[in-house]
């Protein structure tokens, strides 16, 4: 193809275009989960990643209006949990501001009092570092206090153009020397 014809592709940096390209980044599915017993809330969120082995660190992105932000300022962290592909309705029901109820899924706390999703592939509970702008959203920085991966047999669940999927298979081909 020429140059010609791939800039004839281009889109217009708008929203809508912004979004439509970057879902065709395949992630996988997290829930963000914060706060003490009784005050409690969680979010699906897939612009998770890992920062840093060491310090251990990691990020994610957090929209500025989230109920989640004051939670995670005031409890001082925040739980990643991985989510498996059986928790696709999790994931749907913590994608919206009339979420579901942590309270009401099946949880245990951390050393620090935070939520862990019980049925979560894997977890990572972080204390919360820095907060970085990040336009719309805020860039959250946490260091790795705790982390598991009691059902890391399990497949994972993946978002992918705007729906949840699940793998299929492995590539054969070896990594590259
Ligand atoms: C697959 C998926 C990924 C999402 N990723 C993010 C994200 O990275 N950051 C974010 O702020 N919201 C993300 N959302 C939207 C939040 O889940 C949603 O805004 C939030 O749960 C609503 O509550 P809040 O507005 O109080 O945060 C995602 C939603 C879905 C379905």
Redesign the pocket.
């Given at each position: 193809m020429s140059p010609q014809q791939s800039s004839s592709q281009t889109l217009p940096i708008e929203a809508t275009a912004l979004r439509r390209v970057c879902a065709h980044f395949a992630t996988g599915?997290t829930v963000i989960t914060t706060g003490e017993p009784g005050n409690s809330e969680a979010?699906?969120?897939?612009?998770f990643t890992s920062v840093s082995l060491d310090p251990p660190l990691v990020l994610?992105?957090?929209?500025r209006?989230?109920?989640?932000r004051p939670v995670i300022q005031e409890s001082g962290g925040f739980v990643v949990n991985f989510l498996a592909r059986s928790q696709e309705p999790l994931?749907?029901a913590?994608?919206?501001?009339e979420?579901a109820v942590v309270e009401n899924v099946a949880h245990h706390r951390s050393e620090h009092g935070l939520p862990i999703l019980s049925e979560a592939l894997a977890f990572l509970s972080c204390r919360l570092i820095e907060e970085y702008d990040g336009g719309d959203?805020t860039i959250l920085l946490g260091e790795v206090v705790e982390l598991g991966a009691p059902s890391q047999d399990e497949d994972p669940l993946i978002?992918y153009r705007g729906a949840m999927r699940v793998l299929e298979d492995e590539l054969s081909g070896a990594p590259a020397a």
């Open positions: 599915v979010a699906t969120v897939n612009s994610f992105c957090l929209h209006q989230s109920r989640l994931a749907w913590f994608a919206g501001r979420s959203h978002f």
